[in-house]
């Protein structure tokens, strides 16, 4: 059996940052990071738009208390108002702290570093580095995970959280290279996996989003926060998916529908094309069931509007979002420079996840807390986002909410011990399971059960929502479940076995898709990203609360959890 002080698994962003703090504060720590793909490959690689702060390198009027408002105001007064309060007081701090550690931040041409428009942001406040700030950000963390000592354990699956007597005692974790099964103990556990975009069939995140971390926290009976909260980017290129950075309309592209017209001044006149998410996603998917939509070959009645970066001009366009020129090019042969790229809503990010405090700790329920398990960054719901995550807030989160964490472990790691662990209970157990997915004798390939399932989702849960179409999705997924015990392996070795990986992952979404729908069917209101068409309207005397959704075999549970509020009331949202 391996054993460390504290075991981190996921190493992006938020995995990443939290170490480093725990080996700075405390070098005589054995911190571990394990994640399925190797660090520098997590999904935080692949952000683009940039990261919030209060600078005032180029907007000396902005304010924390502007930040946080703008947050607030974003979440649709679902988020918890002191951790918001946290995040944005100390993001001045983490952005100065990361250039410290050798970020490479775009520059004003006094050098200090510059800061961009973004939506629902009253205030040029985003700091970014070209369009590859997740690039530039991760690269220096591995970095100094390196620098610092962090073993790290890289294409490791973690297929079981082992929580005994109300503790978290350590994981169970699968080696992709041979399938070897190891069971790790330590005082502490932290969760930073990502989010679960690959529920659905269209998204911008990686193919690792599979939301294994909340499954595996659902598994052994604890709550998850919030998951009907779905966010639709609203520039995913058509049909890919992939995602087109915010930061080209905070840079100036307009969004047009087939008949030419700037269709924002109908929705959110004041902030146009830098309206939040939630909103520009309806407006897109309204304009193209009005048949305002545009088709391949140009006509109107489409599948997607056009996001047009034209008048901007190629020098503006190079230099400030090459590289979603660069996708536009490669992936579906559109200049930019000289045509508009077609753009239509893309699953892109967890509002929801694991309910933790403001230190990191995970919450059994409204009340309680785990001991030594921990959890930030998109997997976690500290709740700073509420029902809609404002664009260059999340890579902030990863980093205030990563540290913090991290600084909290580093403290109270000291008072524990390494915890008893009855290993072959748990090598059984995970050896079963492979063993049983490599026996089933089943009709179906994984590919055509997960494609089923992702479009159950798609359809039953998206931008727009209504009870008798969530009640049919459910009814559909109970029998897209009973296919996925219906799926046959071709490969049985244990050698990179990539379909043992996907299994467990089809797993994993299943139960998160699961969680969202339940979740999503009992909030009778629409708020944020969850639009009810038949509550169209935000009930705050009913659902000014967080759900805790608990799921079983036997189905989803639900409770709910007050929401923090400090500075702002609740306000009507205009934009
Ligand atoms: C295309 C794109 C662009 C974005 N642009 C921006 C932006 O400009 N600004 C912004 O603020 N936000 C942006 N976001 C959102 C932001 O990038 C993410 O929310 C954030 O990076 C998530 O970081 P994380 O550390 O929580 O998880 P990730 O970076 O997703 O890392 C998850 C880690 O967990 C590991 N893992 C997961 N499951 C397991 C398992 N079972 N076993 C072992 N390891 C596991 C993975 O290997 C990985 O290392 C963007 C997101 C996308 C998809």
New binding site residues.
């Given amino acids: 059996m391996l054993e460390h002080d504290v075991l981190i ?9 939290a170490a480093v703090e725990m080996a700075r504060t405390n070098p005589t720590l054995s911190v571990a ?7 520098i ?12 702060a209060t600078l005032k390198n180029v907007d000396d009027q902005d304010t924390w208390e502007a930040h946080a408002f703008d947050t607030v105001k974003g979440s649709d007064y679902l988020a918890d108002q002191d951790a918001v309060e946290i995040l944005t007081r100390e993001a001045p701090d983490v952005v100065i702290d990361l250039e410290h550690m050798g970020v490479l931040f775009s520059r004003l041409s006094d050098g200090r570093i510059a800061q961009r428009a ?1 939506g629902g942001h009253s205030h040029k406040r ?1 700091c ?1 580095a070209a ?1 590859k ?2 690039h530039a950000i ?1 690269h220096e963390l591995v970095n100094n995970l390196r620098r610092y000592g962090v073993t790290i ?2 294409e ?4 079981r959280l082992i929580t005994e007597e109300g503790q978290a005692k350590g ?1 169970v ?1 699968y080696r992709i290279r041979d399938g070897h099964l190891e069971v790790v103990r330590a005082k502490v556990v932290m ?5 679960y ?1 690959r529920v659905y069939n269209t ?4 193919f ?6 909340l499954a ?1 926290v659902a598994a052994v009976g604890l709550p998850l926060e919030d998951m009907e909260f779905v966010q639709f ?1 609203p520039t995913g290129l058509y049909p890919v998916g ?2 087109i ?3 080209v309309r905070g840079e100036g592209a307009y969004l047009i529908n087939s008949e030419g017209d700037r269709f924002m001044s109908a929705y959110a006149p004041k902030q146009m094309e830098l309206a939040p998410r939630d909103i520009t996603s309806r407006a897109i998917t309204l304009e193209i069931r009005a048949g305002r939509g545009v088709h391949s070959d140009g006509s109107a009645g489409g599948p997607f509007v056009y996001l047009d970066l034209r008048h901007m001009g190629k020098d503006k366009i190079m230099s400030r979002v090459p590289f979603c020129w660069e996708e536009a090019h490669r992936l579906v042969g559109i200049d930019a420079v000289t045509e508009p790229m077609p753009i239509r809503p893309t699953v ?3 509002m929801g996840g694991i309910p933790v405090n403001t230190d990191g700790q995970v919450r059994s329920s409204a009340d309680g807390l785990v001991e030594g398990f921990f959890a ?5 719901c500290v709740s700073v986002h509420g029902a809609n ?1 404002l ?8 980093v205030v909410y ?1 540290k913090r964490t991290g600084a909290a472990i580093a403290q109270y790691v000291l008072n524990r011990k390494l915890p008893s662990i009855d290993e072959d209970r748990y090598l059984k157990e995970a050896g079963d399971r492979i063993q049983s997915l490599l026996d089933q004798d089943g009709q179906y390939r994984i590919n055509e059960v997960r494609q089923a399932y992702q479009d159950c989702m798609t359809d039953h849960c998206g931008v727009f929502r209504a009870e008798s179409v969530m009640q049919e999705g459910l009814e559909q997924l109970r029998q897209v479940q009973k296919k996925a015990s219906e799926i046959y392996l071709d490969d049985k070795g244990k050698q990179w076995n990539t379909e043992v990986l996907e299994a ?2 089809l797993q ?1 979404l299943m139960t998160v898709g699961e969680v969202i729908l339940a979740s999503a069917l009992n909030r009778q209101e629409s708020r944020g990203a969850h639009c009810r068409e038949d509550f169209p309207n935000r009930d705050d005397s009913n659902f000014l609360k967080h759900t805790l959704a608990y799921h079983s075999s036997a189905g989803v549970d639900l409770a709910y959890m007050p929401v923090s509020i400090t500075q702002f009331e609740p306000k009507e949202r205009r934009y």
């Fill in positions: 698994v996921g190493g992006g962003l938020a995995g990443s940052r990071v394990v994640a399925k793909t190797h660090p490959r997590s999904h935080s690689v692949a952000a683009q738009g940039g990261i919030a973004f985003t970014y369009d700030t997740g991760l354990y890289d490791w699956y973690v297929m994981v974790m969760f930073a996996t990502g989010g975009g998204t911008s995140n990686d690792a989003s599979t939301g294994d971390g595996m980017h992939v995602l950075s915010e930061a892109h990010y967890s930030a960054g998109e997997c976690a995550r664009g260059s807030n999340s890579l902030l989160e990863c990563g467990l992952e994993s």
